[in-house]
């Protein structure tokens, strides 16, 4: 997330949180192999707080609108 924050110069918070990317809890993954991982609150603090320290500017549009 903060490397795609980094590469597009622009704070993508909403759009991952929109998805779901700061859901905490334990996952388990099945696709091209067998995968467990874990979010905790505070990895998504973290994440969130050097997101802003960037201090990008938030997106013109809504990127949840866009279609191909």
């Given at each position: 997330?903060?490397?795609a924050?980094?590469?597009s110069k622009t704070d993508l918070t909403d759009f991952f949180d929109q998805y779901g990317?700061?859901?905490?809890g334990q996952f388990e993954f099945g696709d091209y192999g067998n995968y467990k991982?874990?979010?905790t609150q505070e990895m998504a603090?973290?994440?969130r707080a050097?997101?802003?320290a960037m201090?990008?500017?938030k997106p013109k549009v809504d990127l949840t609108k866009l279609e191909d």
């Open positions: 997330m903060k490397t924050c980094e590469v990317f700061f859901y905490v991982y874990e979010l603090d973290k994440t050097e997101i802003k201090n990008l500017p």
